[in-house]
């Protein structure tokens, strides 16, 4: 167990600078050319079709989207353009053997950009159909406040400050954990080049 793992609950994991500059640039480049293909879009809250805070899009065979009709669900083709999804890029599905612990490949990478007024509410990552598979999650760009919580939304929660190139795994007894996004510092990287912080996280939905 590493020093930034002790204290954790069991299934959660954290690698602080997993992936140094050079290789967070190169993924950069691999997400910008996943958007290119793949644009940015707004999801909407289920029921009320109130936009969330984040602009988002997906790569790999499923993508995760959210409408006012349609609800949380996972989908091959893009809600607006109507084409698949863009392949994962190889550094993430590296990325996922390495840390994962699970024998099949993720089926879904979700693309978050934060501008620096974008937050994510406690929640917990159950629109999958295979729990036994953890969500791995990159860290990119500006610091962001990450707070992690238990199974129950009022169970105690704990906060990590987390860099550009950090990764975090929720696994095992912490595969539902609630967690969240509470702030963004502006100003803290310099990787994107007009700020903001990008999130990545590795799913499979099937098993």
Known sequence: ??????????????????FDRAAQEVLVAAIRAVVAEAPLFMPRMPKTGKPMSVRMTNCG?????????????????HPET????????????ALWDA????????????????DPDAKMGL?????????????VSV???????FRVGGVSRSDPTRSFRLSSG??????????????????IYPGTS??????????????RVNP
């Open 190 to 203: 310099t990787l994107l080049k007009n700020g903001g912080r990008i999130n990545l996280t590795l799913r």
């Open 82 to 93: 109507g084409r698949p999804w863009p392949a994962i890029p190889d550094p993430l599905l």
């Open 99 to 114: 840390v994962s612990g699970y024998d099949k490949p993720p089926e879904a990478c979700l693309v978050n950009f934060y």
């Open 139 to 145: 860290s990119l760009g500006d610091q962001c406040l």
């Open 166 to 183: 950090d990764v975090f795994v929720f696994g095992g007894e912490s595969r539902l954990i609630f967690h969240g996004v509470d702030r």
């Open 123 to 135: 929640h917990q990552d159950r629109d999958e159909n295979e729990f036994a598979a953890p969500v």
């Open 1 to 18: 167990m590493t020093p930034a793992e002790r204290g954790l609950a069991p299934g959660l994991r954290y690698f602080p600078d997993r």
């Open 61 to 77: 065979s499923l993508g995760w989207v959210t409408d006012k009709d349609g609800g949380y669900r996972y989908q091959p083709t």
